[in-house]
Nanobody
């Protein structure tokens, strides 16, 4: 069992930056690939980025490439999402998710554990 708690969301102007954090409970954090997803009002949850268990591999959605950076600190049981050059269309609730696998996947249903989400609002 893994419990995930996101933080770092908020209101930011377009072009600004935010750093999201996702803290995980348990002693097996390094066994999980960690993903970030987001869900805007009236839209389906969409994949943003995933990082491998060791942090050596990442996979980004096209919308995140060049602007967002995922990282993890297994000693702190935490995964981060640095978001730069934010756009109004990035407004959403951002969720972190965990999958006990070496495989990087973009499908939300394949993740076993989810946080409660943190709201990001980007004003124009």
């Amino acid at each position: 069992q893994v419990q995930l708690v996101e933080s770092g969301g908020g209101l930011v102007q377009a072009g600004g930056s935010l750093r999201l954090s996702c803290a995980a409970s348990g002693r097996t954090f390094s066994s999980y690939a960690m993903g970030w997803f987001r869900q805007a009002p009236g839209k389906e949850r969409e994949f943003v980025v995933v990082i491998s268990r060791t942090g050596g591999r990442t996979l980004y959605a096209d919308s995140a490439k060049g602007r967002f950076t995922i990282s993890r600190d297994n000693a702190k049981n935490t995964v981060y999402l640095q978001m730069n050059s934010l756009k109004p269309e990035d407004t959403a609730v951002y969720y972190c998710a965990a999958r006990p696998s070496a495989t990087l996947v973009v499908t939300s249903s394949l993740y076993d554990y989810w946080g409660q989400g943190t709201q990001v609002i980007v004003s124009s």
